[in-house]
C-alpha cells in the first residue's frame, strides 16, 4: 500500500521550513475532507508519513502549505494580501505505487513542486 510524505525547503532563506504549518485533505468530488494537520519539524518534514498505508486509499488528495503565516513568522515583510498566502497542491494517487513524495520549494513570491522519490 501507499503512502505520502513531504518536506518544504524555504529558498528565500536557504533552509528547512521548519514551523511550517501543512495540512492534508482527501477529495471527494466537490468535497475535501480533512486528514491530518501537521508542523513541520527542524528538517522541514512532518516528521512521519502524512498518509500512511492503513489510511491510504486510491483517489485525489490535498496538501496545503501556510506559506504566508511561515514567512511571517521569519520576519518577511509581506503585502497584504500577500502574493502567496496558501500553497494548494492537487494531485492523485493510485494502488500501484509504494510511496509518494511530494516536496516544496517555496518563498513569499514563488514556489515549485515535482513528484519526489
Known sequence: ?????????DTMNGCPAAGMQVALY???GASAVLLREVTLDAD???GGPMLDANA????RYRLVFQVAAYFRGRGATLAEPPFLEE???EFGMD?????Y???LLASPWSYTT????
Open 1 to 9: 500500500m501507499a503512502q505520502l510524505t513531504t518536506h518544504v525547503l
Open 26 to 28: 482527501r477529495l471527494d
Open 44 to 46: 522541514g518534514r512532518a
Open 56 to 59: 491510504f486509499r486510491p483517489g
Open 87 to 89: 500553497v494548494p497542491i
Open 95 to 99: 494502488a500501484l505505487q509504494p510511496h
Open 101 to 103: 513524495h511530494v516536496p
Open 114 to 117: 515535482y513528484r519526489g522519490s
